[in-house]
């Protein structure tokens, strides 16, 4: 079946250092979402992108789509302690289910 | 403001008994979803629904039903709850089959 893979599973960063996180799906996807969950929280809608190679910004978070469509990223400059949290890709999959990757949890040291 | 409530926030249960989890959305969305999310397995959707009398299993729905007889109630029924349900459950809805989800706060089930 269709899968949603992420990477990396966990990241530490100093406070104001990058982050990136990775999306690949073994299938072709009509759009890629993103979801932010905080500690003890609820996912949160951030973004969807739906054009092969579309970046879009959100103050210091770019996202990306790959050419394929296939893949996605999510880049923070600049982290800051509210960053934390984890971060999950999602696309349709059969059936247009919303199939999600496992996440990637970020860690900000201040 | 529209929202999406579920309830209970938290339940202990025993195994073998029936749990219900209600999901509630005042958004008058057609779409509605439930899912677990375990500790490295991130979220899974156990069923959901794209209207009124419509229900469809997702990739884990062994143990799970789910009814919709309105727009706004889509309940989670364990039939007879077992230990490997211990999770926490997540309603969603959407107003488009691939869009934007808006998700509940959850409810966290242990089943002893």
């Known amino acids: 079946g269709q899968q949603v893979m992420q990477i990396p599973q966990y990241q530490h960063v100093q406070e104001g250092e990058d982050f990136t996180t990775y999306c690949n799906s073994s299938?072709?996807?009509?759009?890629i979402q993103w979801y932010k969950q905080r500690p003890g929280g609820h996912p949160v809608f951030l973004i969807q992108l739906v054009k092969s190679g579309e970046v879009k910004k959100q103050k210091r978070l770019t996202f990306q789509f790959g050419e394929a469509k296939k893949n996605s990223s999510l880049h923070i400059t600049a982290t800051q302690t509210t960053d934390v949290g984890t971060y999950f890709c999602a696309g349709p999959g059969r059936d247009d289910k919303i199939i999600f990757g496992k996440g990637t949890r970020l860690h900000i040291l201040p | 403001d529209a929202e999406i409530t579920q309830s209970p926030r938290h339940k202990i249960t025993e195994t073998g008994r029936q749990v219900t989890l209600a999901c509630h959305q005042t958004w008058n969305h057609n779409n509605m979803f439930w899912y677990r999310q375990d500790l490295g397995h991130g979220l899974r959707l156990i069923h959901y629904?794209?209207?009124?009398?419509?229900?469809n299993k997702g990739e884990v729905s062994d143990g799970y039903s789910v009814s919709r007889s309105n727009t706004e109630d889509l309940p989670l029924t364990l039939e007879s709850a077992a230990s490997s349900q211990t999770s926490v459950y997540f309603c969603?809805?959407?107003?488009?089959?691939?869009?934007?989800?808006?998700f509940g706060e959850g409810s966290r089930l242990t089943v002893l």
């Open positions: 969603a809805s959407s107003a488009s089959v691939i869009g934007e989800l808006f």
């Open positions: 629904s794209y209207g009124v009398q419509d229900t």
């Open positions: 299938t072709t996807l009509s759009n």
